[in-house]
């Protein structure tokens, strides 16, 4: 068994998974402000589960993760700052635990389906704010930065602004007055398609993508803007770069708790 931990701004997921993949268990809390009352509500979950014994596990969060030691450093709305998740959700789930940004374990899950018809897999999700990752051959590229949308800069009102800052979620609700479930008009929705095309354009000529799968709250509506937003990436298409493939995400609710399975399998595991 393994167990994959989901640490978002807004809520926890957390899940047992059999040797499959399959998930056995899973409970869902609110995130804590505090990283003390996270982990005793994590310690919560484990007592909560039938299953207590795992093989191995990992645990996703948002923001920049110190690989090496095991330590997350706060980036915007959960501000836990230089934590030792690693070591801590060791001691609580009793088992060999890998921490990763949770927009690259997300990516990981969602490449893994898509394993036998592309190589190449660039993830982007499009929620709160814009996280994304690289996945080649299955394996995450961490050389793709953990801080998301926030470094990218793209043409907005005649300056230059931050990706995350024009289309997130939260910017969407700042512009529009609407969250992504309330827009419904065509215009509205090739805006935001124009939008994300400009910081797409900037990941296509550095990752060189097979496929972008978009996943996140406001990917949830790809068939809103998928069109637009082909449309859009055609505009620039030159004869050096191949245009990806679009694809809305698969599993985007539990993406994350997934791609945790896969990569503690293939740490700590034998496949």
């Not at 995130?31 to 484990?46: D, G, N, S, V």
């Not at 030691?69 to 934590?83: D, F, S, Y």
């Not at 690693?86 to 940004?101: K, M, S």
Request: one cysteine or more; hydrophobic letters at 40%; charged letters at 25%.
């Amino acid at each position: 068994m393994y167990i994959g931990v989901d640490v978002g701004g807004t809520k926890t997921l957390v899940a047992v998974l059999d040797d499959r993949g399959v998930i056995q268990e899973k409970t869902l809390f609110p995130t804590p402000e505090t990283y003390a009352q996270f982990l005793k509500e994590l310690e919560k979950c484990r007592q909560a589960f039938k299953t207590k014994d795992y093989q191995a596990g990992a645990v996703g969060i948002t923001g920049r993760i110190d690989r090496k030691h095991g330590r997350r450093h706060a980036v915007g709305k959960l501000a836990w700052e230089n934590i030792p998740v690693q070591a801590d959700a060791e001691r609580i789930l009793d088992c060999p635990i890998v921490i990763e940004n949770d927009a690259k374990l997300a990516g990981l899950s969602e490449a893994m389906l898509l394993k036998d018809d592309y190589s190449r897999v660039l993830y982007v999700t499009v929620s709160t704010g814009i996280g994304f990752a690289l996945v080649v051959d299955g394996i995450i590229d961490i050389s793709i930065g953990d801080r998301g949308g926030t470094t990218i800069m793209i043409a907005h009102q005649d300056k230059r602004a931050a990706w995350e800052s024009v289309v997130s979620g939260r910017a969407i609700v700042k512009r529009f007055g609407k969250k992504a479930a309330e827009i419904t008009d065509t215009e509205t929705w090739q805006t935001i398609a124009r939008d994300l095309s400009k910081g797409m354009l900037e990941l296509i000529a550095v990752t060189e993508p097979e496929v972008i799968v978009i996943g996140g709250g406001v990917g949830t509506y790809f068939d809103r803007f998928h069109k637009s937003l082909e449309a859009e990436l055609d505009k620039h298409k030159l004869p050096s770069i191949k245009m990806p493939v679009l694809r809305q995400a698969q599993r985007p609710e539990e993406a994350v708790v997934y791609g945790c399975y896969d990569l503690a399998k293939q740490i700590f595991g034998n496949g």
